[in-house]
């Protein structure tokens, strides 16, 4: 079955360094992966998208990478401020990019102390 | 940017009600929205795929009679918990999409969530 992994259920890390997130695949070749962003108690909130044949992907202090050949991606934020205390989502499609089905990973809570 | 409210945020009920959640795409037309539930540090559950003026979809393992949704408008889709009992509880959590087509160009939208309690 299609499984989707972030590998560290929390990640705490100083203010100004860089946070990076992990999100694994098995069993599937989606078309496109999502992040998102879910704080306590409310809806995710998307951040970036990137497709099959996208390497990289940047947004402001965000970046997102993907590995197709390791079934990875990773979620960096740069010069991180505790306002992105927050729990981070990763999501792929699901039918080949065909529908909106996504299945989310279990998201990793990252705590930037000041 | 495109917002999606739920209403209400919270509702606690007795064993054995129903309880009806609404989603609303409040700035563009839906053609498509998804409900899905989320437990305590789990991750989001994908219930049913809700298309306007057609009967939902349902994932694997969701009981569509205790599921009821109703899309009846470009705007609006309905989740109501049939006989709701306490494992029941959780966080419902709704999305929008609004472009017919390439899946790949958009995201779904979000709502803030509506957590059920089921005494």
């Known amino acids: 079955s299609q499984k989707i992994e972030q590998n560290s259920e929390a990640l705490n890390i100083q203010e100004g360094k860089t946070a990076t997130l992990t999100c694994n695949y098995t069993?599937?070749?989606?078309?496109?992966l999502q992040w998102y962003r879910q704080d306590p108690g409310r809806g995710p909130v998307f951040l970036l998208l990137?497709?099959?044949?996208?390497k990289e992907k940047r947004k402001e202090r965000l970046k997102v990478t993907f590995d197709t050949t390791l079934k990875q991606s990773l979620f960096h934020i740069t010069a991180s401020q505790p306002a992105d205390s927050a729990t981070y989502l990763c999501?792929?499609?699901?039918?080949?990019?065909?529908?909106?089905?996504?299945?989310f990973g279990k998201g990793t809570k990252l705590s930037v102390k000041p | 940017g495109a917002v999606v409210s739920q209403h209400p945020s919270r509702v606690i009920c007795k064993s054995g009600t129903s309880v009806k959640i609404e989603c609303r795409s409040l700035?563009?037309?839906?053609?498509?929205m998804f409900w899905y539930r989320q437990f305590p540090k789990q991750s989001l559950m994908l219930m049913a795929t809700?298309?306007?003026?057609?009967?939902?979809?349902?994932e694997q393992g969701v009981e569509k009679d205790k599921f009821l949704i109703n899309h009846a408008s470009l705007t609006l889709s309905t989740l109501t918990v049939t006989s709701a009992h306490p494992e029941d509880s959780s966080f419902y959590i709704c999305?929008?999409?609004?472009?017919?087509?390439?899946?790949?160009?958009?995201?779904?939208?979000f709502g803030p969530g509506t957590r059920l309690t089921v005494l």
């Open positions: 999305s929008a999409h609004g472009l017919a087509g390439d899946w790949s160009t958009d995201t779904q939208y």
């Open positions: 069993n599937y070749s989606p078309a496109y």
């Open positions: 990137i497709r099959e044949n996208e």
């Open positions: 999501a792929l499609d699901t039918y080949g990019g065909s529908q909106g089905n996504l299945i």
């Open positions: 700035d563009f037309q839906a053609t498509t």
């Open positions: 809700s298309n306007e003026g057609s009967k939902a979809t349902y």
